[in-house]
């Protein structure tokens, strides 16, 4: 029996696989995740239907089980017509769900093409498709090293 939050089977054997430098895509309902993957990545779809499950409830999901070394967001480009003229809402609930699991991992969003080419490399491993519908939402996340004894 796990002790962590994450229970789904499928994720928990890809990222025991996974190691330090590794990447995990948490993508909302408007990433084109089927085609915007890594070549060694696996794709599990959990968007339910619009709005479920979200990013973040999947974020404090993989929170409970691995380490993060860090955590991008995809910038916003300033001809981008869905730009916001602040931080989308959603990345404060990022940002609070990492200080509340005690991660000390800053929020940084990455230029949208450069975020691109980071999901498509061979570090990436596995791509979490969620049904989120909030603009800006997608995570990309580094898993970092397991401290000893921890």
């Keep these: 029996m796990l002790k962590h939050q994450l229970i789904h089977p499928e994720i928990n054997a890809i990222l025991a ?14 990433y084109p995740a089927s085609s915007a993957i890594g070549p060694k990545a696996r794709l599990v779809s959990l968007n339910l239907t619009p709005g479920v499950p979200t ?6 999901a993989l929170l409970s089980a691995i380490p993060v070394e860090s955590i991008n967001t995809m910038g916003m480009p300033d001809d981008d017509p869905h730009k916001l003229p602040t931080d989308p809402p959603v990345w404060d609930e990022y940002r609070k769900s990492l200080v ?6 800053e929020l940084t969003p990455i230029d949208r093409w450069e975020f691109y080419d980071a999901v498509a490399s061979d570090r990436h491993v596995l791509t979490i498709q969620t049904g989120d519908q909030a603009l800006w ?3 990309l996340i580094t898993i970092g090293v397991r401290k000893s004894g921890k």
């Design 100 to 105: 509340d699991a005690g991660s000390g991992v």
């Design 17 to 30: 696989r996974a190691g330090h430098s590794s990447q995990v895509l948490i993508a909302d309902g408007n």
């Design 55 to 60: 990013v973040r409830q999947v974020l404090e």
């Design 137 to 139: 939402a997608n995570l």
